[in-house]
């Protein structure tokens, strides 16, 4: 009889067998995932929807959603005897009680055979897009349980935190546990050590490329309308159609998520693949036109449903200020997670209300107090048309500013926050020690960043993450520089921010702020903010006090936040310093669109110039 493969090893390596084919089997697991993008992205989803259950019942509920709104709007279309309802006609089994007719709900609701005999072209065509859209809901849902199934086994095997602790974590400790989880599972091959900016860079990798299309001005936000002026117009309908172009779609530069297709890295094709394009946004244009009654109906009931209770319960929700989606990724850092934008916003919302108002429009206050008389009367027609449906607009530039990294792959160049690759700005730093005088040479406008993005960028996530060394030696020095001068600037500021509630007057006007509490703003005890680190919201659920002492802001990331502010105002200062040494008051080299608007050096505020509205 032959001998089995394992009978015929001598005993010599007993030992390497034995450590080969009987360890742990979480240690091969998670090893060489190719996908690396989706993993990290799905951690960090794990960890800031709460985990597993939760993430099971959100999708299973948004499909629930889906069929009722369909099943309810077909009902009240064509299940429901109007006529009857409203006693335009007698009811077919009415009824004489104490003489008078009495209307039954079943007299009112129809049977399922007679609500089916009145669907006609137009209602199919409404159920089908929908009925398509519940059954790609009802994919998501086994998709969620399938896959995030492994992510709950690698939290609690790989990095050894259970379902019930995973509140207890803040997404800086889940970031370095997955880096030292790196060493012993090998998720990537690529690299032997992970870095925070590698993980950034793979679950923020579509929307560095957005950033930088915003910032770079390629996306046609900006529109001369008659009789309103210059309009900003970025809808998510829009978002969602470039993501569906640019990083989802099968025709999309990218043939996977990590890579971009070999011929959009050859010059030579650029024209062919520009016609390509143009071709593709237009047939996507025409679908976007063929669905928009379908998709205006059902956006227009699900926001009804969705906001009846709030509008009844806070009206005030209608007229309260919000950041505009164009604000949030104007403003957005590269490498800036959403928790970290969210509180970010969070905290500028009272400074930023404070200044909107500071803007006094005599003619408009007049024209608007006498509007209100008239418009009263019809208030519900004017609620009603400010329920809207996006269109799609035919986007027909790329841009090409992009890198290739080992391990991580086809990234926005602007993320790798490298100052010595042509992407930073050098009137937003210092000038150097050997030639104070000297001006910097002028760069390509195309590969900078605008209004100083590379830098606040690098500031910003160096400071939340400590542990990440910028590979780049000028991008190094220049943080170094940079907090050594803050920390010097604001040592008494940071002493006492220990106890923030005592101290706030001092801080407040370091920060130019109003009070400390601005903070806090839109952040909520429930919400936990120790866990997401942030979220934005209405200024009128906040109770500072309260927070403070449920500890929710630990005292590391009050500071970490108060660092990042005022690494930043010490960074604007010195962009300010640079322009007047140079004598440069139109900031040309800063921003093409502030050459237009902004001949003072004033600040640049591009959701408020002069007759500019946000739609």
Known sequence: MP?????????????????????????????????LDTFFTRIYLYHQRHGFICLILQSTLDLLQVIFLLVFSLFLFYCIDYPVLFRDKPADSSRVMNGTDKVRLSDVFLPASKCASKFTFFTY????????????????????????ADIKAFYNVALHIPDKELQNYTWREIIHKVIEAQKE??????????????IYQRILRTKNYLIA????????????????????????GMKYNLNLLLFWGPWSPFENNWHLKPEYKQPGKRLELARSMRKTISWVALINILLSPVIFTWQLIYKLCDNAQMVKNEPSVLSIRMWSLYSKIYLRHFNELDHELSARLSRAYVPGAKYLQSFAAPVSVIIAKNTMFFTSAIMVSILAMTVYDDSILSIEHMITILTEVAGVGDVCAFSMMNLLSKNGNPA????????PGTPTAKLPQVDQAEDGKVEMSLLS????????????????????????????????TSNSIINPFQHHDMIGSTLNIAEIPSCLIGLDQSTRLLHKEGL?????????????????????????????NQSALLLHSIHRKQLDERGNNTSSSISQSALKTNTNLQERTPLLKPGARII
């Not at 309260?546 to 936040?561: A, H, K, P, V």
Request: with cysteine; net charge negative.
């Open 428 to 435: 937003w730093r210092s000038p150097g020690p050997s030639s």
């Open 461 to 492: 996530f160096s400071v939340r993450n400590p542990n990440w060394d910028p590979v780049d030696i000028e991008a190094k020095e220049f943080v170094d520089e940079i907090i050594a001068k803050t920390r010097q600037k604001y040592t008494s």
């Open 185 to 198: 599972q090998n998720m990537c091959i690529h690299k032997l050590d992970l870095t925070e900016l590698d």
């Open 125 to 148: 065509l409404y159920m089908i897009p929908l009925l398509m859209f519940a059954f790609f809901r009802l994919m998501k849902v086994f998709n969620v349980a399938y896959h995030f």
């Open 213 to 236: 299309l915003v910032n770079k001005s390629v996306l046609p936000t900006h529109f001369n309308i008659p009789f309103l002026g210059d309009v900003i117009y970025f809808s998510h």
């Open 3 to 35: 001998e089995t493969g394992y009978q015929v090893l001598s005993s010599e390596r007993e030992e390497e067998v034995h450590f080969q084919f009987t360890p742990n089997i979480a240690r091969n697991r998670w090893n060489h995932i190719e996908d």
């Open 536 to 564: 934005t919201g209405r200024p009128n659920r906040i109770n500072c006090s309260s927070i403070m002492r449920s500890s929710i802001f630990s005292t590391n990331d009050y500071l970490t936040s108060m660092e990042v």
